[in-house]
């Protein structure tokens, strides 16, 4: 292999594993948007490169904000529940969480049963397949 076939082979390795920095927009309904936004705060480093949930009213007013453990680094995928305002997370890394909004403002966690679970599979699968 000559020098320029190993620059070319080096650049596309390092191009594969460099992690996402545009932010998911997901219009779920009449009443919300949620951002998928990567932390670039560099002062916890647990969370860094991680996925932080943004969720707006229709207006654009920003509502709350959820840091989760999901790292850029790994795959994930996010899904809205078609009829609940649930959130739902698959990440490669930490599995599959889910967010219900309560007071029309807060995220709280929510048990992940099996349509949740179908619906982040499905979620996922979109996304990387």
């Known amino acids: 292999m000559n020098k320029v076939s190993c620059c070319l082979l080096l650049i596309m390795t390092i191009a594969g594993c460099e992690p996402r920095t545009v932010d998911e927009l997901i219009l779920p309904g009449k009443h919300y ?4 936004h990567i932390n670039e ?5 647990k969370k860094w490169r991680c996925v932080r949930l943004k969720l707006y009213n229709i ?4 509502l709350t904000s959820l840091q989760t453990g999901a790292s850029d680094y790994s795959k994930w995928a996010v899904a809205w529940h ?3 305002d649930t959130i739902i997370l698959n990440s490669q890394d930490i599995g599959i969480y889910a967010y219900s909004i309560v007071n029309r403002r807060e995220l709280q966690s929510v048990k992940v049963d099996k349509e949740l679970d179908s619906l982040a599979k499905v979620a996922f699968y979109k996304k990387y397949n």
């Open 41 to 45: 705060d560099t002062k916890d480093k």
């Open 59 to 62: 207006q654009g007013q920003l």
């Open 82 to 84: 078609p009829v609940n």
């Open 33 to 36: 948007i949620l951002k998928c």
